[in-house]
């Protein structure tokens, strides 16, 4: 795999990842009853959540942290990341697909909590050199640890 096919999977990796971590934190808002104490967060977290969704962001998170990283396709860090990325988003998908619906599990929540040090992954490996794209990553991952308590 050349540096722009490992490039272009780390992208769809990143994306699946943002996309299933969207929906269990959906999930998790709006099937837990005890999340009432929430409700005036929820449209900050769906603000939040929805940008993550966008490809220009998307874009952004994995234009800063290829850049950072020096990634290459010989990069073992890379071909990890997008393995981390992968499984997490088929987890999601899994543990959701044998939910039932209207209640949260604790499986629900642990997942949340490893999106959450994924994103925090992602926020140590980009450093400070892109504010705008640590920024949005930090508010995402405060929207996924505001989800899980």
């Not at 994306?15 to 005036?40: C, E, I, K, M």
Request: with cysteine; net charge negative.
């Amino acid at each position: 795999m050349n540096d722009e096919e490992q490039f272009e999977s780390f992208k769809e990796a990143l994306a699946r990842f943002v996309a299933q971590t969207n929906h269990l934190v959906d999930w998790t808002l709006s099937a837990d009853s005890s999340a009432g104490h929430l409700v005036p967060l929820v449209p900050w977290i769906s603000e939040v959540m929805s940008v993550s969704l966008e490809p220009e962001f998307q874009e952004q998170v994995a234009l800063a942290y290829w850049s950072r990283m020096g990634l290459m396709a010989s990069s073992q860090p890379a071909r990890l990341k997008i393995l981390e990325l992968d499984g997490l988003s088929t987890a999601i998908r899994q543990t959701m697909a044998q939910s039932d619906p209207g209640r949260v599990s604790e499986e629900h929540r642990r997942l949340l909590y490893v999106c959450s040090l994924t994103v925090g992954s992602l926020l140590d490996a980009i450093g400070e050199m892109f504010p705008l794209v640590r920024g949005l990553l930090r508010s995402t991952q405060d929207a996924i640890d505001v989800a899980r308590c």
